[in-house]
């Protein structure tokens, strides 16, 4: 057998891996080719070039390909030694920093990178100070290089590591504005002779534009690339004509896209016309059907695949691929839970249907067996007109019930006629004896089915919750959560996935956003307008590059508590044990299990008794069966020790207050108004076979407090003498409550194990 080992590779060093596939080549080959065009650009081209090229390392591009296109670039445009060692020490820095960040496993952020373009630009700067007279445009070059490099590297990161299918954030706006300006400016000096690749750019871009994406986005495009190229001919008529080609494509986009592009071509011709801006003239016409080809070009199939995803119509899909499995799984769940409950009721029933030992049965097996078989019978049946059962009962009676027969046992009816009373006693202890053995045997195989019984049962009410919970229906793709991903985006989050499940108090959402904007308070606020309900973050995970956002509903209320305990004498341990436990969001357990006896022994069993309910209630079982099987495992293997039981279970959204108690003693609800006792008539847990546990339910509301206590605590302070203690301390702090409650125990003479447990509601 082979082994196969899985290897994660870290993605905060740039890869060196030279192979590609072909969708890999065509992007780098489209990043060469934006390499070289901003190189091109007069005056400002290396420092154009070298933020382009910061951004795509920021942005995972593989340096061993974009490096060598960033120096080529500069070399072709401006052929010059120097300017071979102006390029290549950005690489080397580049290469550095990452090193740096690599060994410490640390992200590499996007201001350290702009950093590098800077010291990068600091010989290109300087010797062109030195050399030349120009100051000015050096010192614009080294601003231009960090603000661009600011903003390339946000929009590479945006397009290749995040998807620039989801939705932009405001800087991600402004950063892909300024982008498309800077790329409109370096294509106005690409070309000649009239024939300028800004009008093939700009016609294809706004075509391709209105047919994948929403009208905002093409005019948002055709205005900048127009804006571009007016500050780089110091025209703003170029900006005119732009616009007037956006607005063309989007207004006859509802169409086909040969409407848009037959419209694109009709305004260009229109412009040359009218010589609407300088240069205009037959060369722009036909640069601009060149750009309107090449996007007619594209297959059908392309343009709908990117129209689709921009949209998100498959998630509309993948949503109700979800539900209908979730829907398919709690049809399943919710069958087991039926076979696992026709399961429990069966054995339920053959245990109450199991035969117990009694003197009944006893005679008539005698009668049966030993006096069916003398030979004076008959005597004895004529004399009685049946067989001898009836007479032989009190014999039975005292051989099950003192486990022997003797002949002043014998009624007057045998005595005086059964030849053979020595036997027929000697008949009747034997029966009793092997009768009583059977039934122990029988009766343990009962205890082994009530206890499969309640078993089946527990499984049978997790498997219909987890059907409840898989029946939920999930919402990751309709129109609420484009709205909520919008509002998100006004407050610079962007949560490129967000699922939502449940309704009301049981409304869930898992957002995927950027790890800057995990720990943004605002995120809770406005999922939770949006859901109607209070929402809180209960748990953030690392997915890449991006976090997963946990939002639940949070609860109404919350509890404080704080506990005091003492051990008896000079043991090493407490026989009371305490329990605090959050078996679901909306809920919190209290209980106090006081095991029989002190020190270690009388601790184990409080432990035992406390970790099985503990784990039973993590499990979602019932409170009703949890105790049920509790007391049975727990008198199986107790060994005669039992524990008293204390559960307090709170409800955080209602403030609903469910008690339990096994042979504890009395818990006290305090009010403002009052103190209402809480007491307990059942048995400790683990001393009877079957416990009927009583669930009490209580309202409590902000700013009410429980007191819970162990037997030691209660015998020396009794009921009476805990409500003065309360009135006398008088206090909202659990913790001082508890301490309080305990020093008055030890001063009466408390010679337990003492604990005392205080909790107290309150609304958050």
């Known amino acids: 057998m082979k082994n196969h080992i899985l290897t994660a590779k870290r993605k ?378 009836s007479v032989l009962l009190p014999m039975a009676d005292a051989a099950v019930n003192r486990g022997k027969v003797t002949i002043l046992d014998m009624p007057p009816f045998v005595t005086s006629r059964c030849s053979n009373m020595h036997s027929l006693a000697s008949a009747i202890n034997t029966s009793a004896e092997a009768y009583k053995k059977r039934m122990s045997e029988a009766k343990s195989l009962v205890a082994c089915k009530s206890l499969m019984s309640e078993q089946f049962a527990g499984v049978s009410l997790v498997l219909d919750s987890l059907a409840t919970s898989c029946a939920e229906q999930v919402n990751f793709a309709s129109d609420d959560v484009e709205f909520l991903k919008s509002e998100l985006l006004k407050h610079n989050v962007v949560a490129s996935e967000i699922v939502i499940c449940g309704e009301g108090s049981k409304s869930s959402a898992t957002l995927l956003v950027r790890s800057s904007d995990a720990q943004k308070a605002v995120v809770a606020k406005i999922v939770s307008k949006h859901l109607g309900c209070k929402m809180e973050v209960s748990k953030i995970q690392d997915k890449g590059s991006q976090k997963a956002m946990y939002l639940d509903c949070a609860p109404v209320y919350e509890v404080a508590f704080g506990t005091a305990q003492k051990r008896y004498g000079e043991e090493s341990e407490s026989g009371d044990t305490v329990s605090v436990l959050c078996p679901s969001r909306t809920r919190r357990l209290f209980a106090i299990c006081d095991g029989m006896g002190h020190g270690s022994n009388a601790s184990k069993t409080s432990k035992n008794a406390v970790r099985m309910i503990e784990s039973f209630y993590r499990a979602g079982i019932d409170s009703g069966i949890i105790l049920s099987l509790a007391n049975k495992l727990l008198k199986i293997g107790a060994e005669d020790m039992f524990s008293s039981l204390d559960i307090a279970v709170l409800d955080m959204q209602s403030g609903g207050l469910d008690v339990v108690k096994l042979g504890s003693a009395s818990s006290f609800i305090i009010r403002k108004e009052n103190i209402e006792m809480l007491t307990c008539t059942c048995a400790p847990i683990g001393i009877v076979d079957d416990v009927e546990s009583i669930t009490s339910r209580y309202q409590l509301f902000d700013g009410d407090m429980l007191l819970m206590m162990s037997d030691g605590v209660f015998d020396v302070l009794d009921g009476s003498g805990v409500c003065e203690a309360i009135d006398e301390i008088d206090t909202q702090n659990p913790q001082t409550l508890a301490d309080a409650i305990l020093e008055k125990a030890l001063q009466k003479g408390a010679n337990d194990d003492c604990t005392v447990l205080a909790m107290r509601l309150f609304m958050v």
């Not at 410490?104 to 007279?133: E, H, Q, T």
């Not at 932009?168 to 000649?192: F, K, N, P, Q, R």
């Not at 004509?241 to 956006?246: C, D, G, K, N, Q």
């Open 12 to 389: 905060v060093f740039p890869t060196f891996d030279l192979k590609m596939s072909a969708k890999t080549a065509v992007a780098f080959t489209l990043e060469g080719l934006a390499l070289f065009l901003f190189a091109s650009v007069p005056s400002f081209g290396f420092a154009f070039s070298l933020a382009l090229f910061c951004a795509l390392v920021f942005a995972r591009q593989n340096i061993l390909a974009v490096s060598p296109c960033f120096i080529v670039a500069n070399v072709v445009f401006t052929p010059d030694w120097r300017m071979l060692l102006y390029a290549l020490a950005p690489v080397v820095i580049l290469v550095a920093l990452y090193a740096i960040f690599y060994k410490f496993r640390k992200n590499v952020p996007l201001w350290s990178i702009a950093l590098c373009a800077l010291v990068g630009m600091i010989p290109y700067v300087a010797c062109g100070c030195v050399f030349g007279s120009d100051y000015l445009r050096f010192g614009l070059s080294a601003l231009f290089a960090v603000v661009t490099t600011f903003c390339f590297g946000i929009c590479a990161y945006a397009v290749f590591v995040r998807s620039i299918l989801h939705k932009a954030t405001v800087d991600e706006l402004i950063c892909g504005g300024i982008t498309l300006a800077v790329t409109g400016y370096a294509l106005s000096g690409v070309g000649g002779y009239g024939f300028y690749a800004y009008g093939a750019a700009l016609s294809f871009c706004v075509l391709f534009c209105s047919v994948c994406f929403k009208p905002q986005t093409t005019l948002f495009v055709g205005i900048l690339l127009g804006a571009g190229m007016s500050v780089a001919r110091w025209n703003m008529t170029y900006l005119g004509a732009a616009v007037a080609l956006a607005t063309a494509a989007v207004a006859f986009s509802p169409f086909t896209k040969w409407s848009s592009a037959l419209a694109i071509v009709a305004i260009e011709g229109i412009e040359w016309l009218l010589d609407a801006y300088s240069g205009t003239g037959w060369q722009s016409l036909v640069m601009c059907a060149v750009g309107v080809i090449c996007a007619l070009c594209i297959p059908s199939s392309v343009t709908t695949k990117i129209k689709g995803l921009a949209k998100g119509d498959n998630r509309r899909a993948y949503t109700g691929v979800v539900n209908r499995r979730g829907r398919e799984l709690a049809a399943r769940l919710s069958s087991a839970s039926d076979v696992f409950y026709d399961m429990s009721k069966n054995l339920e029933q053959v245990a109450q249907n199991s035969s117990e030992c009694s003197p009944d049965k006893l005679a008539k097996e005698v009668a049966k067996s030993f006096c069916g078989r003398c030979r004076d019978r008959e005597i004895c049946f004529t004399a009685l007109g049946s067989d001898t059962a």
